[in-house]
């Protein structure tokens, strides 16, 4: 089982900068992706940015040149850099993990941290 456990979230004006991270736990799989959804008042889950352990990158075209993801993996850590904040952006933004495994892959989910941008 792996528990990922999030930081970081909050209230922030728009054009601000807001940092977020994930740690996980448990049995953590050297080939994985970790990452970052978030989902907006009745909007679906949507994906803001992965990053494997090898460090492939994959960005919403919607917060491209405004959020960078990055990761420790000897921390087993994945963060969330916020800059540029928008109002859209404001949702409940949660951690994954995927830990692909021999037999396919699995999910896990973080709790979620709330980010609002208002002014």
């Known amino acids: 089982q792996v528990q990922l456990v999030e930081s970081g979230g909050g209230l922030v004006q728009p054009g601000g900068s807001l940092r977020l991270s994930c740690t996980a736990s448990g049995s953590i799989f050297s080939t994985n992706v970790m990452g970052w959804y978030r989902q907006g008042p009745g909007k679906q889950r949507e994906l803001v940015a992965t990053?494997?352990?090898?460090?492939?990158?994959n960005y919403a075209d919607s917060v491209k040149g405004r959020f960078t993801i990055s990761r420790d993996n000897a921390k087993n850590t994945v963060y969330l850099q916020m800059i540029r904040v928008k109002p859209e952006d404001t949702a409940v933004y949660y951690c994954?993990?995927?830990?692909?495994?021999?037999?396919?892959?699995?999910?896990?989910w973080g709790q979620g941290t709330q980010v609002t941008v208002s002014s």
């Open positions: 994954n993990a995927k830990m692909i495994l021999s037999w396919g892959a699995t999910n896990y």
């Open positions: 990053m494997s352990s090898a460090g492939t990158t």
